[in-house]
């Protein structure tokens, strides 16, 4: 019996990183005394109030969350970047803190290295079937976002995820509903709403707002799906009934040779089916009017009849 007993403890130490708690510790017949005994003879450690791990030395981030969890009880579940690590989302926020969601009416006292939120109806927030509770990956994204301070940080994180085909902006709209108290939702809405468009990036976001709507444009198909050599291509914006492509270049995502050689490749089958592309950088941010300049000649050029607004009293366009 005592070695099922030690074998079942074994195993829920390795499904935990190493962690434990004190309550899952006697119910596995290791008393206090014995508990003792492990951590003066280094066997084992205390990482917060009555949570060990079954070694010493550092902990690696997988034992810290699992420690963090058991720390703040059963009905607690990961949230934030911590969830979405979980998730295998990458999110570069500086904060190696363990993000744990409490139930509302619970509280907790402060401890080293975790960061605490309360939510109402908390349960219906949760991921089925998940060790330890984790919030949806959508809930995780919105929380996210709305703790981050800048809003081109908080598209970054929506648009990422969608473009990563994580999650879908119908899917994000839908979630924020559950969150009524979420800082920012308006915001946010108006990010997810230029998702459902098709916009996947801050510079494409750009674009839409202050290039395409400020000078009264039409209005672009986004990611327009086409074949190039039998290999799927997407472009940015298309005004279809024009023939004119406007890409949209960042930096991170066109630096090497063979992402320029692709936009090459894809800018010179647009053109051998008589199609016009035009490209810009994040020159257009601090120029949009220019921006809209070039885009408005080449879509007059190929047969627009409208005429653009000036954005401002300054806007060279009439």
Not at 37 to 42: D, Q, S, V
Not at 51 to 78: H, I, K, N, Q
Not at 157 to 182: G, H, I, K, N, Y
Not at 186 to 204: D, H, K, P, T
Request: glycine share 8%; net charge positive.
């Amino acid at each position: 019996m005592e070695e099922a007993s030690a074998r079942s403890f074994g195993e829920l130490r390795r499904r935990q990183a190493g962690a434990f708690s004190r309550a899952q510790a006697i119910a596995h017949g290791i008393t206090d005394k014995v508990l003792l005994g492990r951590r003066r003879g280094r066997q084992v450690q205390r990482v917060h109030t009555g949570v060990y791990v079954d070694f010493t030395g550092p902990l690696p981030w997988e034992t810290r969350m699992w420690a963090a969890w058991l720390s703040c009880g059963p009905s607690a579940a990961l949230t934030g970047t911590t969830a979405l690590r979980r998730y295998g989302v990458a999110v570069d926020s500086g904060d190696g803190r363990i993000h744990i969601a409490l139930p509302h009416p619970r509280r907790v006292r402060q401890k080293a290295g975790i960061v605490v939120t309360r939510h109402r109806r908390l349960s219906s927030l949760l991921q089925p079937s998940r060790e330890p509770p984790i919030v949806r990956l959508e809930v995780a994204l919105l929380v996210v976002a709305g703790a981050t301070a800048d809003v081109s940080g908080r598209a970054a994180v929506l648009f990422d995820a969608c473009r990563e085909r994580r999650t879908t902006p119908a899917r994000l709209l839908a979630e924020l509903e559950s969150l009524p108290e979420l800082p920012g939702r308006r915001i946010l809405r108006r990010i997810l709403s230029e998702a459902a468009e098709g916009v996947q990036s801050f510079l494409e976001q750009a674009y839409l707002r202050r290039v395409e709507r400020a000078h009264g444009l039409p209005r672009a198909r986004r990611q327009v799906r086409a074949a190039d050599a039998g290999a799927v291509v997407y472009r940015d914006s298309e005004y279809s009934p024009y023939g004119v492509i406007v890409e949209l270049d960042g930096q991170a995502g066109h630096a090497d040779a063979a992402s320029r050689w692709r936009d090459m490749t894809r800018d010179n089958a647009a053109a051998a089916s008589g199609k016009l592309t035009l490209r810009f950088g994040y020159r257009l941010v601090t120029d949009p009017c220019g921006t809209a300049a070039q885009v408005v000649a080449a879509l007059h050029y190929r047969g627009w009849p409208g005429h653009p607004h000036p954005c401002s009293a300054a806007c060279p366009l009439s």
